[in-house]
């Protein structure tokens, strides 16, 4: 009998593991199996530059079907996974139709499906009403964290004619740690180029007390918001937004009055976590760092956002994850030992940092040695142009 691997959610995570397994694995040796609740396989990072684009935006430069990115030996399910049960090994999936299945039965509503290892690789989502006042003030805020929100925002720059921006990280751990700063970096861009920048007031609000997570990647940042007359301020803890008086307050007790506000919602693990008790409060997996099996399961794992693990959050984490899980399946399958140089995550992470004006800085570390971010020129902002292109072709089919 095949061995059932069924991977949960068709992100980066989740799409390159489905391949290579698929690859490398014969169908004697696995079934493999892919859940996801959109049949949609989002690219966000294309979300940063929307606000900015007065071009039209082409759907296909953020999204795909899933499965034009799979391949063919992986079996598609488009459902919402609503449970998961570790001890039986079975899953329950609502509306769940398998599109390869599809033969005029009207397709399952609820269905229970077993497995012989998990993968859950479901993401993070947006939790706004974890801040006071962030849905009843819905519409006074803006973000660049969902398709929709990131269009939004390209409609009010448009009509912005000059005021206060407040750009804000409303809850850590978030999406992509340098997004904040980049789109602060291109708004001053955006604004210099409007003839806008000297009637604004852009102020940078972040949680920590320095302007990024990383102490290496903050001390290049500080200095660059600063020559482009950006304020920061520190030890900002969001906690409640009043949309009528256009302020967002801090645990802290302070005041930050905005024009427009862009704030990154705080963010959480999905639903389907919470629902079958398996996170932390915030609905993060227990996570092992190396081996990425959930603790205390077993024949259990999960990669990319919807892990605890002490890394960016970040489609270049889930990647390589991702590719070190699938050795360790691979090995495992075949009852051989898992080579601890392709089978073991040591914390890998390789993200660019866009700095404005056609430059960026890139950023490679892993558990052990943080980033030492190289001075931004546009070579490095050229390679995120083309990793962005060459996304679509190469990495979730686990090519590289
Ligand atoms: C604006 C922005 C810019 C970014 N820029 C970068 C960047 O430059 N570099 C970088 O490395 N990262 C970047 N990121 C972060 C990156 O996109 C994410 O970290 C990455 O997508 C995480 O991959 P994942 O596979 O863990 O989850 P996701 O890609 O979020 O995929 C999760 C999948 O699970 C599915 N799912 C969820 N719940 C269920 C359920 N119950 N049942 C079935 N399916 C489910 C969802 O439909 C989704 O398809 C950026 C993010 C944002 C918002």
Known sequence: MPRRIVILGGGVGGTILANVLARRLTADEAEVTLIDSSGAHVYMPAWLYIPFSDQPVSQRHFERPVRSLLNHRVKLIVGEVTRIDPRQRELTVRHGVNRDDIRGTGGATNATYSYDDLVVATGARLAPQDLTGMC???????????????????????????????????????????????????????????????????????????????????????????????????????????????????LEGEDASYDLLVLIPPHRGAQVIEASELGDAQGWLATDRHTLAVKGYEHLYALGDATDLPVSKSGSAAHFEAKALAARLVALIRGEEPDPAHASYDGEVMCFLETGEGRATQLVFDYEHPPRPPHPSRYYHMEKQLFNRAYWRIVPQGLV
């Open 136 to 250: 009843e003030s819905a519409g006074d805020y803006h973000e660049f964290y969902s398709q929709r929100g990131a269009f939004a925002l390209r409609q009010a720059l448009q009509s912005f004619t000059g005021g206060r921006i407040v750009v804000a990280v409303g809850g850590i751990p978030y999406l992509c740690p340098p997004a904040p700063l980049e789109f602060t970096f291109l708004l001053d861009e955006w604004l210099r180029q409007r003839r806008l920048r000297s009637k604004t007031e852009v102020e940078y609000l972040f949680p920590l007390p320095r302007v990024f997570p990383i102490e290496s990647v903050a001390e290049v940042a500080a200095p660059l918001l600063e020559q482009r007359g950006v304020k920061s301020r520190l030890f900002f803890n969001a906690d409640e937004l009043d949309g009528e008086r256009h302020v967002l307050r801090s």
